[in-house]
T-cell receptor, first 114, second 117 residues
Framework: DAGVTQSPTHLIKTRGQHVTLRCSPISGHKSVSWYQQVLGQGPQFIFQYYEKEERGRGNFPDRFSARQFPNYSSELNVNALLLGDSALYLC?????????????FGQGTRLTVV | AQTVTQSQPEMSVQEAETVTLSCTYDTSESDYYLFWYKQPPSRQMILVIRQEAYKQQNATENRFSVNFQKAAKSFSLKISDSQLGDAAMYFCAYRSYSGGSNYKLTFGKGTLLTVNP
């Protein structure tokens, strides 16, 4: 079975531009979460979606938005990119919203803002 | 808000030896989950072991075991018979038992483990 897939794997953008990152969860998983991992730090929670509804939002500006589609795939959008948005963006999927259910991570999208 | 602290930025161990990675956390909740994740250079986070706070018994997965001290809010990871493939960044993470945005994982800053042959 395919794991969590993210695209693209690497991306270079210019300050002020917009970016869309994509995530396909494991088949049957209804929850998708997004995390930002700045170099040398642990991942920081951005969003969680479950059954196409936002169920949680981390401490990120409104420039960050996301959505989940009927097939449970998800997009993370970032507007007006800043140099500080350069990071590894991780997507995690799970069967349900949380509890002890394991979150499976993708390999991430490495975003570089220049 | 919950916080997770990993006080060892880097650790090293000889192959076949045992190493312990430390993690402390701060929370006012009584029920929660704790996890150790491994992130190799491939970047993919892989779950190593999990612990439910309401369970007094320490979790064990093959060569990996934890020492969970709820009163001290401590959750250390012991790797026995270390192998070269264990070399990676290790993250300790916390998740609330309740719902809503508390389903998020809160991670520490990580410990880089080097395994020497």
């Amino acid at each position: 079975d395919a794991g969590v897939t993210q695209s693209p794997t690497h991306l270079i953008k210019t300050r002020g531009q917009h970016v869309t990152l994509r995530c396909s969860p494991i088949s049957g998983h209804k929850s998708v979460s997004w995390y930002q991992q700045v170099l040398g730090q642990g991942p920081q929670f951005i969003f969680q979606y479950y059954e196409k509804e936002e169920r949680g939002r981390g401490n990120f500006p409104d420039r960050f938005s996301a959505r989940q589609f009927p097939n449970y795939s998800s997009e993370l959008n970032v507007n007006a990119l800043l140099l500080g948005d350069s990071a590894l963006y991780l997507c995690a999927s799970s069967l349900d919203q949380g509890g002890v259910t394991e979150a499976f991570f993708g390999q991430g999208t490495r975003l570089t803002v220049v | 808000a919950q916080t997770v602290t990993q006080s060892q930025p880097e650790m090293s161990v000889q192959e076949a030896e045992t190493v312990t990675l430390s993690c402390t956390y701060d929370t006012s909740e009584s029920d929660y989950y704790l996890f150790w994740y491994k992130q190799p250079p491939s970047r993919q986070m892989i779950l190593v072991i999990r612990q439910e706070a309401y369970k007094q018994q320490n979790a064990t997965e093959n060569r990996f075991s934890v020492n969970f001290q709820k009163a001290a809010k401590s959750f250390s990871l012991k790797i026995s018979d270390s192998q070269l493939g264990d070399a990676a960044m290790y993250f300790c993470a916390y998740r609330s038992y309740s719902g809503g945005s508390n389903y998020k994982l809160t991670f520490g800053k990580g410990t880089l483990l080097t395994v020497n042959p």
